[in-house]
């Protein structure tokens, strides 16, 4: 189909997200300054807290979402949209916060995704998600 990869890495993936859990910190520390002492609430997802992938996934569907990407019937992680020239399909892949893109021009998705988030590790995908990453031509089987 003559795709082509990106993949890269929310870096601030949590920060982004609203946490869904009522969470708190009793007194913050000294690293507060004139607010040590006080009652911390907690809005954003942060690491640790037992829903914020959930709330992370929410939120970045929402993101998909509102680009045009719809998640497919067989996996909920793997997103798709007709391109704009309606010449071929495109692909998001998520797990957590890393994501890889599947199109023709996988760069125009991957600077609308940077227009929302900061992101890490862009590139060409040769190790992902732990696994070596190659592309192979598939011959045709006719000839």
Not at 15 to 41: H, L
Not at 66 to 88: C, M
Request: with cysteine; net charge neutral.
């Amino acid at each position: 189909m003559g795709l082509e990869q990106l993949c890269s890495n929310v870096s601030n993936a949590y920060e982004n997200a609203e946490s869904s859990q009522k969470a708190y910190v009793p007194k913050a520390g000294y690293e507060f300054g004139t607010r040590k002492g006080m009652m911390i609430v907690i809005v954003k997802a942060l690491c640790g807290l037992s829903v914020s992938g959930a709330d992370w996934h929410r939120h970045f569907s929402n993101s998909l979402r509102s680009n045009g990407f719809e998640p497919t019937r067989y996996d909920k992680d793997v997103w798709i949209q007709l391109s704009k020239d309606k010449t071929h399909y495109e692909y998001i892949c998520t797990y957590v916060d890393d994501f890889m893109i599947a199109s023709k021009q996988p760069e125009a998705i991957m600077e609308l995704t940077k227009k929302e988030y900061s992101v890490k590790g862009e590139g060409a995908p040769l190790y992902y998600l732990s696994n070596d990453h190659k592309m192979h031509k598939v011959q045709n089987a006719i000839g």
